[in-house]
Nanobody
């Protein structure tokens, strides 16, 4: 069993910054890609940013230049630094990890989500 726990969400004013963290624990042999997704009310879940184990990154066009994803492989953790936040960034943010478990199964895991609200 693998658990992903997110932290760092909250209320921030437009133009402000937040840093999200996600730590994976449990029966982990290795982790391939990790990423952040978000889901706003009434909308589908969408990819925000992803990072491979080697450090290659991919961003949604809407966050390029404002958000930065990073990871610490030794800690099985991924981070999302969010700057210049806009009201349209308001959503529940979910951590995702493509895990190879200790019994060598490839499985996709999700955190429970952390709410980010951008409002004055």
């Amino acid at each position: 069993q693998v658990q992903l726990v997110e932290s760092g969400g909250g209320l921030v004013q437009p133009g402000g910054s937040l840093r999200l963290s996600c730590a994976a624990s449990g029966s982990i042999f290795s982790i391939n890609a990790m990423g952040w997704y978000r889901q706003a009310p009434g909308k589908q879940r969408e990819l925000v940013a992803a990072i491979t184990s080697g450090g290659s990154t991919n961003y949604a066009d809407s966050v390029k230049g404002r958000f930065t994803i990073s990871r610490d492989n030794a800690k099985n953790a991924v981070y999302l630094q969010m700057n210049s936040l806009k009201p349209e960034d308001t959503a529940v943010y979910y951590c995702n990890a493509q895990v190879v478990t200790t019994d060598y199964y490839h499985r996709n895991y999700w955190g429970k989500g952390t709410l980010v609200t951008v409002s004055s």
